[in-house]
């Protein structure tokens, strides 16, 4: 029997499990198989491109600047994300039983930990280009100290968010405010974190949008008294496809197209009909709003809209957004696209280089050698090598 204000802290995790309504299962199920394959997919694949991207950073001297360390701590964050995932793929259907409350805490707060990291630092990074652009400053200029504050400052706010639960905002002493998709978790918990997400996105649509907007009026007065190089068009055009893809577009425009309302363009490519082909919804908007309704659902109490039957899928989307920041913030960067090459090339080097020396000698083992020597020309037989 459920006593009101008792804790229930020796209790199991079917316990709380039954008293939210969500099934614990008790063997693998075709679904459970699914999203396990699936994410320990997406999770090797976040962790193998997060690594590439701080592996380029950490070796290319010309990214050893401030704003590459928000790139650096979204990279970092988004690798702490593939870990959180991974270990969650090893503790999740039937042995999900078998946690203990602790162990639950834990797999549930590198989760928070991480994605919180992750969300904070797309918001800084969009802090920082707006105070660039508006300040018309070099991203190398930027104050180092503030940057590092700023990541601080993310790591803090993340940290707070995904240990709160386990020491006190959790529902192991009120049952009636457990959540369903987190039965250990306070409802109120849950809401807060779907509305701060939220209100994150929200603040990037704004300072984006003011970039966009404000990069646009720069470059049609500039046109006024300058002709367009190519070499420029093509740096505007990729500027605006950035702003675009992290808003909430995906321009359909190829390199040599003109966006609509730029200074570069004719009177008939003025006309916003690059803005009319790119209304398909970005990768922020598609990976993160999915999950966040469902959260804020499930953290409103609404009883009638069935959370369960998505959450799975949908934290895998969210999840899968660890991997398309590694592509919209990095790989679209021509030198760091080159660093990749060239750090990829020295890792097949180095490996067809080490077999190659292991399996030399024993393919030459009792056979005799003839190297020239340079000095005098003379033979030297050897029968070790």
């Known amino acids: 029997m459920v006593t009101m204000g008792q804790c229930y802290y020796n209790e199991t995790i079917g316990f709380f499990y039954n008293n939210s309504g969500k099934e614990l299962s008790s063997h693998w199920r075709p679904k459970d198989v699914v999203v396990v394959a699936l994410g320990l997919t ?16 950490a070796s290319n001297r010309r990214f050893h600047q401030p704003i590459y360390y928000l790139l650096g701590n979204l990279a970092a964050a988004d690798l702490f994300a593939g870990v959180a995932y991974l270990f969650l793929m090893f503790h999740t259907g039937p042995r999900t039983a078998r946690l203990s409350l602790e162990g639950w805490f834990v797999r549930q707060g590198l989760l928070d930990t991480s994605l919180t ?15 660039s652009v508006m300040a018309v400053q070099l991203h190398s200029r930027l104050p180092r ?28 002493c009120a049952l ?19 509305l701060s997400s939220l209100l994150v996105f929200l603040l990037m649509v704004a300072v984006y949008t003011r970039i966009f907007f404000y990069v646009r009026r720069r470059v049609q007065r500039m046109a006024e008294h300058v002709s367009c190089h190519p070499r420029y068009r093509e740096t505007t055009l990729s500027l605006v496809k950035t702003v675009v893809i992290i808003l909430e577009f995906q321009a359909e425009g190829t390199e040599g197209e003109s966006p609509a309302g730029l200074g570069c363009a004719s009177k ?15 990768a922020f908007v598609v990976c993160w709003t999915p999950g966040q309704v469902v959260l804020l659902l499930d953290g409103l109490g609404c009883k009638s809209c069935n959370v369960l039957a998505v959450e799975k899928y949908f934290l895998l989307l969210a999840e899968a957004n660890s991997l398309v920041n590694a592509v919209v913030y990095s790989c679209r960067d021509a030198e760091m696209r ?6 990829l090339c020295c890792l097949c080097l180095r490996r067809s280089t080490h077999e190659s020396a292991r399996y030399a000698p024993s393919a030459r083992t009792g056979a005799s050698t003839r190297i020239m020597l340079p000095e005098n020309g003379h033979s030297l037989m050897d029968s070790t090598l």
Request: glycine share 6%; charged share 20%; hydrophobic share 55%.
């Open 42 to 57: 997406v999770s090797v694949l976040v962790l193998l491109t997060n690594l590439l991207v701080i592996a380029a950073i």
């Open 268 to 282: 008939e490519e003025r006309r916003p009909v690059w803005l009319e082909r790119s209304r398909r919804k970005g």
């Open 145 to 172: 100290g503030r940057v590092v504050m700023l990541i601080v400052g993310v790591w803090v706010a993340a940290l707070g968010l995904g240990l709160l639960p386990a020491h006190s905002w959790h529902c192991l």
């Open 176 to 194: 009636d405010r457990c959540s369903r998709m987190a039965p250990l978790l306070s409802r109120s918990y849950l809401a807060v974190w779907a």
């Open 338 to 343: 080159r660093t990749f090459r060239r750090l």
């Open 117 to 131: 990291a992750s969300v904070a630092t797309l918001l800084a990074i969009a802090v920082e280009r707006h105070r």
